[in-house]
């Protein structure tokens, strides 16, 4: 995904004089045959944008028909979905000249939009608790799980279960926030949680009697952070699946209104032969 979003990147430094050039000196450029939005490139980038956004639509299939599982798990679809997406605004700008006035601006903003809060619907997913399956857990199960990482490493490091959860403890945020704040409040429980991964594993490597090599601490570290993951996600569980749902409302219909545009755009566009391959 890096190297397909390095394409557009290289077009725009490459064809920078010609982006920063006023408006009305375009047409005389060398490059704006080429650059235009009905240009060589520019044309052809606005097409592999158009099949990048309809593939975006392939993983509500995916999740909708569970006979569609032998196309790879939901989650792995969702990585790729997300990625893609994040494509939209540098094809959609190289296409559209990295101009943006009027309604074309409207539509660059309404695809920043749904990229944005893709990106945030990939975030709160990844915040409920799921076992290795990426099946979703309940609380019992996240309560299972988590004592099964606690025996694990209480057995690498020679330290009670008790002491570990001690340790691996973390400050409540969430406590009494709702909407917007509760988001937030996931963010600063993961910079905390962060930060007592990295104590944690300073304080284990001076704590007596602890003999664990760096191949080993790393390992102990890592399932210490699966735990604490888990712990901050029971207990922000209700205020997750809340937001989530809300984020479905406000994600479905802006994602419909893009595609409705991008779709009157380019029956526009061909009706009119503003393309050079028609």
């Known amino acids: 995904m ?17 982006y920063l050039s006023p408006p009305s000196l375009r047409p005389r450029a060398a490059l704006h045959p080429w650059l235009r939005p009905s240009g060589y490139i520019g044309q052809t ?5 158009l099949l990048v956004f309809l593939f975006l639509w392939l993983y509500p299939l995916r999740k909708r028909f569970r ?19 994040l494509l939209m605004p540098l094809l959609v700008g190289v296409h559209a000249g990295w101009r943006f006035e009027g309604l074309i601006g ?11 809060s893709g990106v945030i619907g990939r975030y709160l997913y990844t915040r409920i608790p799921r076992g290795k399956t990426g099946v979703e857990l309940d609380r019992a199960g996240v309560a299972a ?30 406590a009494g926030r709702r909407g917007l704040g509760a988001l937030v409040a996931m963010v600063e429980n993961d ?19 602890v003999r664990l ?47 409705v545009a991008v779709l009157v755009h ?12 028609w």
């Open 2 to 18: 890096a190297l397909a979003a390095a394409v557009p990147v290289l077009i725009t430094l490459g064809g920078l004089p010609y």
């Open 45 to 49: 980038v606005g097409i592999v944008a």
């Open 67 to 85: 006979w569609l599982a032998f196309t790879g798990a939901v989650s792995r679809w969702l990585d790729v979905h997300v990625a893609a997406a």
């Open 106 to 116: 409207l539509g660059y903003v309404a695809i920043l939009v749904v990229c944005a």
């Open 145 to 174: 799980e988590r004592r099964g990482l606690l025996t694990e490493i209480a057995a690498a490091t020679g330290l009670t279960p008790d002491e570990l959860e001690r340790r691996l403890s973390i400050a409540d945020y969430a």
């Open 191 to 209: 910079i905390a949680r962060w930060r007592a991964l990295r104590q944690f594993g300073r304080r284990l490597r001076m704590t007596p009697g």
């Open 213 to 259: 090599d760096s191949r080993s601490l790393k390992r102990v570290v890592r399932l210490a952070g699966r735990e604490a993951a888990l712990a901050q996600q029971v207990r922000m569980l209700d205020a997750t699946q809340r937001l989530f749902r809300y984020w479905h409302v406000a994600h479905r219909p802006v994602a419909l209104t893009a595609l």
């Open 266 to 277: 380019v029956s526009v566009a061909i009706a009119l032969g503003a393309t050079w391959f």
